[in-house]
Nanobody, 115 residues
Framework: QAQFVESGGGLVQPGGSLRLSCAAS????????MGWYRQAPGKQRELVAS???????NYADSVKGRFTISRDNAKNTVYLQMNSLRPDDTAVYYC?????????WGQGTQVTVSS
């Protein structure tokens, strides 16, 4: 059964860094289009960054130059390196994987940026 498990969230001060990980199981990870989304309280879920099976990446304007998405197909894991974090980055971050009609989500990990 397909499963995505996120880790790496937590509390960080403004300007700090965190690295999120999403470990996948039960799928052919290397063919999946992977993305990180976030949802802040009272707001809609939004795409933060994505990476396709060929390693091509895409970022929301709000995180360009600060966040980096990457994948390690040998470890079935996608990462989100987040630098220069700001209070408005506070949200629950979700891992998503898509291939064809398959569309799967992780349980989410909380990121809080506060002094």
């Amino acid at each position: 059964q397909a499963q995505f498990v996120e880790s790496g969230g937590g509390l960080v001060q403004p300007g700090g860094s965190l690295r999120l990980s999403c470990a996948a199981s039960g799928i052919s990870f290397r063919i999946y289009f992977m993305g990180w989304y976030r949802q802040a309280p009272g707001k809609q879920r939004e795409l933060v960054a994505s990476i396709d099976s060929g390693g091509r990446t895409n970022y929301a304007d709000s995180v360009k130059g600060r966040f980096t998405i990457s994948r390690d197909n040998a470890k079935n894991t996608v990462y989100l390196q987040m630098n220069s974090l700001r209070p408005d980055d506070t949200a629950v971050y979700y891992c998503n994987g898509r291939f064809g009609l398959n569309d799967r989500w992780g349980q989410g990990t909380q990121v809080t940026v506060s002094s």
